[in-house]
């Protein structure tokens, strides 16, 4: 008759490394172990000063804003030649931070790359924040931002239209279409979840907030099939499109003429870059955030270490860039591109030249250590480092192209402004307000997906229960 | 008379069970003694369940197509009507259809109109957001969404009899059956 052989549904772990969920939860568990923190866990007091100061510093960006609405756009250190300053340095930063989030949720699902599951959620959450933060800087770049509908295409009285020759309309479309679809990704996935915290809530506002929210999810088996197959092809568009914002966000460059931005190697290298800078920024926040709310069983050494890989490679990639420009400033033998070469090697931007060289490429290669890989504190700190790293890059990209170019006469230099810095480490603190909420107001850990990691979530082919 | 409003004011029985293999095996069992209006719940996706309910196929990929179509489209025929016929601007001598510039906006658009209708048919074909269930008059289906697993047998089924299909439950070896007013 039919043997009664027991084929394990999921491969056990062999290696040395850390399980993706510590063993000992059950469904109820996770359950209870994310949702509390949401539902039961009293406001504590450092978490009320953690915000005030957040919101203190997202106050400084409103009042930045506030007077260059007053003011115009001169308070920024920007000039002729040097046109886009800031603004531009810290979208291109903020959009990138975002890309983790989404390869995260859309990359990872497709590969069935189950250690995903306990960090998507708030890294999608970084990835809107983020972007939300992006969106600001082209908006108040315009200098008129109350006419910024008019970079969308709608009939109107003045019977002109945008130049969808131009990769700065592309822009629009594609960042606003990025910001879209992470919301929407977002959102779907909390559904279950929300119908989680709704039965779970025993204070009867709350529960009909997350009721409102949750929609009258009940977790039928056709609304999970309906439901499996919608986020299967959300990631699958989503993967494209997380790809496609920072290679859009690269022809605002290479689609120009300036030396240092007219290149081909700009689109993978910045989506290199912007993944690697989005992992950073999820260490950054995921390892105080485990340690704080005691997240240790579902954020384990292995999220971290994967993390780190992926910061090593595609540090990597963006080595190769860096390489690869170097490289072509030689080769090509163009006197422009050779001079932009020795001029970020020596010019008076070199200082900064250089941090970036030490913090992208030289301190990152620690990770190959597994001490460093498996060490909090120090991923903690190259994350930071990297963090920094990144943003340097966009000022070079930026700043040292535009600054010189082809006529010496019209050569200038940059230097960002009071306003300037006001506005960008007012962004941090928006971001940083808008996570610190986050935590407290919504599951910061997907509960449904981690509980399709348990073993006892699958069940056995339908042959050998009709044995 | 009496009869049929009695069955009217009563949405179907449900069965409890605790695990995922329980529940996909019940399935299979109730959905094998012919039972066709049934549906099964649980707080994540069980692999085979939908399958074990007769539920095999469902049309949210074609919607995303559909949509995802009509994103391109509109993408692509917008900047041909404005590039070309509404606001012809002559760039360095450059054709007026210059398609290669159009490829990024109709990709976008794409992506727009296909995952906002991945979510939104999503919903739609679900009959979501619905205020009011009877399943959840059930005091232990608050569960549903934490550690229990339910199989609910419609009463609209063809084959539904209040005390031969709670029999036929209880075979099953739930741990409760109960019935879902309406």
Known sequence: MATQTQIPVEVPVEDQRAPVIEPGHSFSTIGEKVSNIVLKRPVSLGWIFGFLVMFSVMNMLLMAMGYLFLKGTGIWGITIPIGWGFAIINFVWWIGIGHAGTLISAILALLRQSWRNSINRFAEAMTLFAVACAGIFPLIHTGRPWLAYWMFPYPNSMNVWPQFRSPLIWDVFAVSTYGTISLVFWFVGLIPDLATLRDRAENPVIRGIFGILAMGWRGSARHWHRY??????????????????????????????????????FPPYFVAGAIYSGFAMVLCLAIPIRAVYGMEDFITMRHLENSGKVMLATGLIVAYGYFIEAFMGWYSGNTFDSFLLWNRLHGPYAAWYWSLLTSNIFIPQLLWLKKFRTSTFWLWVISLIVLVGMWLERFIIIVVSLHRDFLNSAWGMYYPTKWDWMTYIGTIGLFLTLMWLFVRVLPMVSIAELRTLLPEAHVREEEEVHK | MSDASVENSVYGLMAEFDSPQELVDAAHKTHGAGYKEIDAFSPFPIEGLADAIGFHKNNVALVVLICGIIGGLSGYLLQYYVAVLSYPVNVGGRPLHSWPSFIIVTFELTILFGGISAAVGMLALNGLPLPYHPVFNVPAFSKASDNKFFLVVSSTDPKYDATRTREFLKGLAPRAVSEVPS
């Open chain 1, 228 to 265: 499996e197959t919608a986020y299967l092809l959300l990631a699958g568009l989503a993967t494209p499109l997380v790809l496609s914002v920072h290679t859009v966000v690269s022809f605002d460059f290479a689609v120009s003429i300036v030396p240092g931005w007219h290149t081909t190697i």
